[in-house]
Nanobody, 129 residues
């Protein structure tokens, strides 16, 4: 099982960036994919999750309306579209996978990092003028 996040970089405040998470070694239908981030000196923070069935998505309040998670099963990839970026969005961003065999809503706590069995390496996002 592998996940690999990419697409980070330097962006100005108010700008946009799209992160990608390429995954392999598992059937995406049975895994939820989440995005987390960790800023220097801070704890890892959950951002969003998409269920294995693609039926449901979840967002933390701080990114709701600005970030959008999506999945392309044909490309084995999950994306995080980030708009209206702020300096406080600066962090290393990670994608992770958690077992999910449900058809509609996941049955685990999407915000808990220990619910996710597999992690990719991070990609750095810097929001600065």
């Amino acid at each position: 099982v592998q996940l690999q996040a990419s697409g980070g970089g330097l962006v100005q405040p108010g700008g946009s960036l799209r992160l990608s998470c390429a995954f392999s070694g598992f059937t995406s239908r049975y895994f939820a994919i989440g995005w987390f981030r960790q800023a220097p000196g801070k704890e890892r923070e959950w951002l969003t999750c998409i269920s294995g069935s693609d039926y449901s998505t979840y967002y933390t309040d701080s990114v709701k309306g600005r970030f959008t998670i999506s999945k392309d099963n044909a490309k084995n990839a999950v994306y995080l579209q980030m708009n209206s970026l702020k300096p406080e969005d600066t962090a290393v961003y990670y994608c992770a996978a958690a077992v999910d065999t449900t058809s509609y809503y996941v049955d685990f706590d999407v915000f808990r990092h220990d619910e996710y069995e597999y992690w990719g390496q991070g990609t750095l996002v810097t929001v600065s003028s």
